[in-house]
């Protein structure tokens, strides 16, 4: 079975491969990519795979944009944080629609599903099912952001509102919490869970490093082959960098 992986995220990425090597050790995935752009170019281009895996937001813009561009009759399991998009996704050929973390009893599910695809053409009673299946799609991160978080501090825990947080840096496997007012604590969190615990209004992923609050970012400078260089305050001693397919979603996100 060819797969094509549309994902932005190179950890999450990697940890559904894994998860698609064990749901299904005859998966072959033909093509990984990480934008609208490339999807849509790459469909232009290639046969049909047999099965998409698709994260809803991608650096770009958002998976479902692809299927508006061009008629693809390849079934899709869509892979999001983002439970608003289930209506949207059902009038793709959605097979499932699975939250993250994406567990692997799950995937297994969404798979036996699409070999059930191949069978006669659905009944409208299946049909029906697979719509109200969609409308209780059970509310994940997206639907109730993380407002606070508890740091520790010497012997103490102290709670940090999320509005007070200025942004998040992964470094050497430890992910720093830096407030507007310039504390720092650790957290017990990678980044791809805190993408899924945040606002997504008011926190972005700006790279593999970061993750920052709209208050927190102050200037953005042109850098080379269209990248962005931001500003940051307080300003972290590693300089922040936004790759050229990530530019447009970060200004559109600043932008609001």
Known sequence: MNVLLLEDEYPA?????????????????????????????????HPEPQLILADIHLADGISLDVFDQLVVTTPVIFTTAYDQYALQAFRTHSVD??????????LQTALQK???????????????????????????????????FLVRQGEQLLPVQAADIAWFQSRN?????????????????????????LDGRQFFRLNRQFIAQLPAVHRLHPWFNGKLKLDLQPAPADEVIVSREKATAVKSWLEG
């Open 13 to 45: 990425a990697e940890r559904l491969q894994r998860l698609l090597a064990q749901a299904a050790p005859e998966a072959t995935v033909v093509a990984h990519l990480d934008t609208v752009a490339g999807a849509v170019e790459w469909l232009r281009t």
């Open 114 to 148: 699409l070999r059930q695809w191949h069978s006669p053409a659905l009944a409208a009673s299946e049909v029906a099912q697979r719509l109200q299946n969609l409308l209780n799609v059970p509310t994940g991160a997206a639907a109730a952001p993380k407002s606070r």
């Open 173 to 197: 496997e430890t992910v720093t919490l830096v407030t507007l007012a310039g504390q720092r604590y650790l957290v017990d969190y990678t980044l791809e869970q805190l993408e899924q615990l």
């Open 97 to 106: 629609y699975l939250l993250k973390p994406i567990k692997l009893a799950e």
